[in-house]
């Protein structure tokens, strides 16, 4: 079995009032399309996933899926 290809994605900054973790997860993946990480091991790092809450961490992961990400 091949090693799975690794893609890491760091978001820096303060998220503006009443946006949430599902608002970033949104762009993310308008940025790199529903494929854009079909195959792909995603990692989140940065300061906007650091002050996240842990619902608000599990919300972006699970989102993971609808870019083809496999974990």
């Known amino acids: 079995q091949p090693k799975p290809k690794k893609m890491r994605i760091n978001?820096?900054?303060k998220l503006g009032f009443g946006v949430t973790p599902k608002d970033v997860a949104l762009y993310?993946?308008?940025k790199?399309?529903?494929s854009g990480a079909t195959g792909y091991f995603?990692?989140?790092a940065g300061d906007?996933?650091?002050d996240m809450t842990?619902?608000?961490r599990m919300t972006v992961c699970n989102?993971?899926?609808e870019m083809g990400a496999r974990g």
Do not use: A, D, R
Request: charge should be negative.
């Open 28 to 30: 993310i993946i308008s």
């Open 54 to 56: 842990m619902e608000g």
């Open 11 to 13: 978001v820096n900054g």
């Open 63 to 65: 989102l993971s899926i």
């Open 42 to 44: 995603v990692e989140y």
């Open 32 to 34: 790199q399309t529903t």
């Open 48 to 50: 906007v996933f650091e």
